[in-house]
């Protein structure tokens, strides 16, 4: 695998595509706003939502294009395609959910006046990397009244940031004996928000200062966090990494690394034969359960919607829809990184700047949760890529027995369709920032883009 950059004799692409990736990452730091953002994206590409079409049973056409919106959380991009349904669909897959701070239901608190939000982490975090630095607070408020507020605080410069506080070194003799897991235990990651004492009342007249400005500002009450989704995430924008700049530094590429290629991939075809479909979905980061993670049905729901209104439904399209598809789940994979070379093997490990890296199985242990892809499969998704002269490596995640990790490949396999992992690689994976190649995420689009024009 030769260095991806040496393809290029003008990089001017390659590096216009990262500036696109890198507004979006800056723009969409929830699975929230990701969905916004990309509905956006996708109208301006023609898209429509697919509840006009379910409503008013307007028949679907070939190249239709359309979208289902499922709780403003995760979202299926559909383009119709002109071969009846049951041949399969062409799917890119990935999520975007990522590993951050969420405020808890009933979070606000005072202790010796200083104002905190107490949190549960969400994802796999080392928690000592989320103190002292700039978090924004991201989500929405629910009311009773069926109103929703939505809040971004510490994402313009001139607003302020909030942090979770660690302790000083004079103090941490006993501190810096502990084990990593527990230097900074996950209960103690609580975010201060004030230390201003409101005139008037005498208990706890700091948190009745930030209450005092969420109500002026938001117009929510303490009460209203019990109906909140609230995500703290690492502020600011993402930014170029390196001298060179040939890498992104960001929050969240894990894994809108491969989200963003899948959107702009799907937006690249016209006219397909087979219904080509992006899959961004929710909870990955945590089993994927719940109504807007890959282990709920509403993907198959939309399905069979979608059929019913391009050529009537029946069961059987539905289920053979399903088993005939090829996927590509795109997520991160774990990049070499020369800080810690012991935990890789080296002809089985993917670099930055080497291209997509296709990951036959994930898991731990003896393969263990691993979809393992057929190798037939992974012929033709060899075959594709190099027909478009596209980078790939393969790669695991380590050294055997050193770790592992799983993405929704294994679920989406139960309907026995053919699913590989591909995606981009990823150095401080799930740390407050992550680092990207820009050649890789261009490599990953134009495999996407291939993938769905020839599977
Ligand atoms: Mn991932
Ligand atoms: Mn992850």
Request: with cysteine; net charge negative; proline share 3%.
């Amino acid at each position: 695998m030769e260095n991806a950059w040496k393809k290029y004799e003008d990089i001017q692409e390659v590096m216009n595509f990262a500036d696109g990736y890198k507004n979006y990452l800056s723009t969409c730091k929830t699975e929230r706003e990701c969905v916004l953002e990309t509905i956006k994206i996708a109208e301006a590409h023609g898209f429509k939502n697919i509840q006009e079409y379910i409503d008013n049973r307007i028949q679907l056409l070939p190249n239709d294009k359309v979208y289902y919106n499922n709780y403003g959380k995760s979202l299926v991009l559909f383009i119709v395609g002109s071969e009846p349904i049951e041949n399969g669909m062409t799917i890119l897959g990935a999520h975007v959910d990522s590993p951050r701070l969420d405020i808890k239901q009933n979070p606000l608190y005072e202790e010796q006046e200083i104002a905190l939000l107490d949190t549960h982490y969400y994802g796999g975090i080392k928690s000592y990397q989320w103190t002292t630095i700039p978090l924004a607070l991201h989500g929405v408020v629910c009311k009773k009244d069926g109103t929703t507020v939505q809040i971004v605080i510490g994402e313009d410069e001139n607003d302020p940031v909030v942090g979770v506080s660690d302790l000083l070194i004079h103090l941490a003799k006993r501190q810096m004996k502990k084990n990593a897991r527990e230097v900074v235990e996950k209960e103690d990651l609580n975010i201060t928000v004030g230390s201003m004492p409101l005139k008037g009342p005498e208990k706890d007249a700091v948190k009745a200062h930030v209450l005092a400005l969420l109500k002026e500002k938001y117009g929510i009450e303490e009460e209203d966090f019990t109906s909140a989704e609230i995500e703290a995430v690492p502020a600011g924008k993402a930014r170029d990494y390196g001298l060179d700049r040939s890498m992104i530094f960001g929050y969240g590429q894990d894994d809108r690394a491969c989200v963003y290629p899948a959107l702009m991939a799907l937006m690249e075809v016209e006219n397909p034969a087979k219904t080509l479909v992006t899959l961004l979905v929710d909870k990955e980061e945590v089993g994927s359960n719940g109504a807007t993670g890959m282990h709920s049905k509403f993907f198959e729901n939309i399905l069979a919607e979608l059929i019913w209104l391009k050529e009537g439904f029946n069961e059987i399209k539905l289920r053979r829809a399903l088993s005939n598809s090829k996927m590509i789940s795109g997520d991160v994979s774990a990049a070499f990184d020369p800080n810690y070379p012991q935990v890789f093997e080296m002809k089985n490990t993917a670099f930055l700047g080497r291209g997509i890296s296709i990951n036959k199985y994930t898991g731990r242990g003896g393969k263990s949760g691993a979809n393992d892809a057929n190798a037939e499969y992974l012929a033709e998704i060899r075959r594709v890529f190099d027909e478009h002269d596209v980078a790939w490596q393969t790669s695991e995640i380590g050294k055997v027995d050193e770790g592992g990790g799983g993405t929704i490949s294994y679920i989406m396999a139960n309907y026995g369709m053919q699913i590989v992992d591909a995606g981009v690689p990823v150095q401080n994976m799930h740390a407050p920032m992550e680092v990207s190649s820009k050649v890789d995420l261009y490599e990953t689009k134009q495999a996407y883009v291939a993938f769905l024009k020839e599977m």
